[in-house]
């Protein structure tokens, strides 16, 4: 099954974090034959490249060009903001991460990773919400 790997992780594996943390990242995504992600990660991680990590223009797009050679980048539908909003009434998500776990759920990821969520939650019965970060 697809595991959906959320901006945190990307962002410490790339700029982020002492020399555990960033291997943890690295473990993750090493261990995914192809990552899912949708544009909002891609968007954020961007951002974070820019203005954080202050990486040049060059830097951002090789990133992107990777990612997009790397992952499974699916796009947002009106299926997923619409599910979005049930995520928000039902699980009480924020409106960034209701987004992320609808994205996972329409990709028919068993996984997301992310330091961001309840680590270990089940979600709608099939998405395993997983801090890669737990204990390191």
Known sequence: ?????????WDYALTMGDDVVRGSANAVLDALT???VNGKVLRDLGRILLQKARCDEDMVGQVASDMFQSCQVISDT??????AGRLRQNHSFSYRDSLI???????????????D??????????LRLVNPFVGV
Do not use: I, K, W
């Not at 009106?78 to 599910?83: A, C, K, M, T």
């Not at 969520?117 to 099939?126: A, K």
């Open 1 to 9: 099954m697809p595991a959906f790997v959320d901006t945190n992780v």
């Open 117 to 126: 969520m309840q680590h270990g939650q089940l979600v709608v019965g099939r």
């Open 78 to 83: 009106e299926e997923v903001f619409l599910l």
């Open 34 to 36: 192809q990552p899912v």
């Open 101 to 115: 776990v609808a994205a996972a759920l329409d990709a028919g990821c068993d996984t997301l990773y992310s330091e």
